[in-house]
């Protein structure tokens, strides 16, 4: 039988802001054993994000992209019955399983997300939906960290990557990569990628969730290597861009003229 220290390394920490992509990647890390337990981080406010953003893009592109973030918010429920669909051909729904110990801390780069850290002993982190990962937070972490994210990169790395690669003629890259984490924006080693295709009834605010979905498979491989030592990352290779939401005029003049909304 397998001895406590043993257990202890296998258990898997999921670090998240919450959310329906998070919740359906614990469960089906939950569904294929493994010991799973979230840190549940307070969520980045849109005031943070959007001043942020103003210091490295300006004012007008910040607000612009705000509104487009609320405005998919808003569309959301115009997704519902698309979201719903793709959930019941998964086998999946919109709760956390009840075996699955949730952890709130204030963020990610908190002192005490660091004391659960070493108190959980995981043997691999994975991240998603949270705010980037401080580098004296990351070179604290017992084990390898993990990304998921939906975006191939290098060349979508950032925000809405599907989206991006549609509108820049690219749908053979509409897809999601597995990598680990280091100091830059979705800059580690790829471990791996997946590609797939949306549906005329898909656009941004299911974009994210389509994308989770086909990432579910390597991103348990992803995991398993991890625990198993078996990580074996890449450099990702071509342009590199980081990415943000499309303003608001943008978006909406992009689906008017080329119907890619």
């Known amino acids: 039988m397998e001895n406590a220290a043993e257990a202890t390394s296998r258990r898997v920490v999921v670090m998240t802001a919450g959310g329906l992509n998070p919740i359906i990647v614990i469960q089906h890390l939950a569904k294929a054993g493994m010991d799973v337990h979230v840190l549940l981080e307070n969520p980045e406010g849109k005031g943070e994000i959007t001043r942020r953003r103003a210091r490295r893009l300006g004012w007008i ?21 698309r979201v719903e669909a793709l959930l019941a051909e998964h086998d999946l729904d919109r709760t956390l399983p009840d075996t699955v110990p949730i952890h709130p801390v204030t963020s990610i780069n908190a002192p005490e997300t660091k004391v659960l850290v070493e108190q959980l002993k995981p043997g691999a982190i994975l991240l998603v939906s949270t705010r980037l990962m401080s580098a004296r937070q990351l070179a604290a972490m017992p084990c390898p960290v993990i990304n998921l994210h939906a975006g191939i990169n290098p060349n979508y790395r950032g925000q809405m990557g599907g989206y991006w690669s549609l509108r820049e003629n690219d749908p053979q890259n509409f897809g999601a990569t597995l990598h680990l984490v280091d100091a830059g924006t979705d800059t580690g080693g790829t471990l791996y990628e997946v590609r797939t295709k949306p549906a005329s009834s898909d656009f941004i605010s299911t974009y994210p969730l389509l994308l989770t979905l086909a990432a579910l498979d390597i991103t348990r491989q992803s995991i398993d290597d991890a625990l198993n030592g078996r990580l074996a990352p890449i450099k990702p290779q071509g342009p590199s861009a980081l990415r943000f939401p499309p303003t608001l005029w943008s978006w909406i003049w992009c689906g008017l003229t080329r119907r890619i909304w």
């Open 61 to 81: 592109a910040a607000l612009g992209q705000l509104g487009t973030m609320i405005a998919a918010r808003l569309l959301r429920r115009l997704a519902d019955r």
